[in-house]
């Protein structure tokens, strides 16, 4: 059985991954699977940065809260914004997710 530590070393470099859209229904889904490590991979610490408009900024408000009250372990950080020149600066991966509402 392997410690925490050693644990935490075979883990890889943090991938920053923005969402577009994130107060949406479909981005709901799909950003508790990448918290879930089911696109990267078991072993890939992510950090989210989810863009949402003044109109749905209470929705992303509550997404962020549900996403770091789930406790993924490879989740480490999620921050939420209306500008997508903060949300989509030093990305590696940006999923635009959106329709008209």
Known sequence: MCSQEEETKSWKKLINIAVSGAAGMISNHLLFKLAAGEVFGPDQPIAL?????????????????????????????????????DVFQDVEWALLIGAKP
């Open 49 to 85: 940065k989810l863009l949402g408009s003044e109109r749905s900024f209470q929705a992303l408000e509550g997404v962020a809260m549900e996403l770091e009250d789930s406790l993924f372990p490879l989740l480490r950080e999620v921050s939420i914004g209306i500008d997508p020149y």
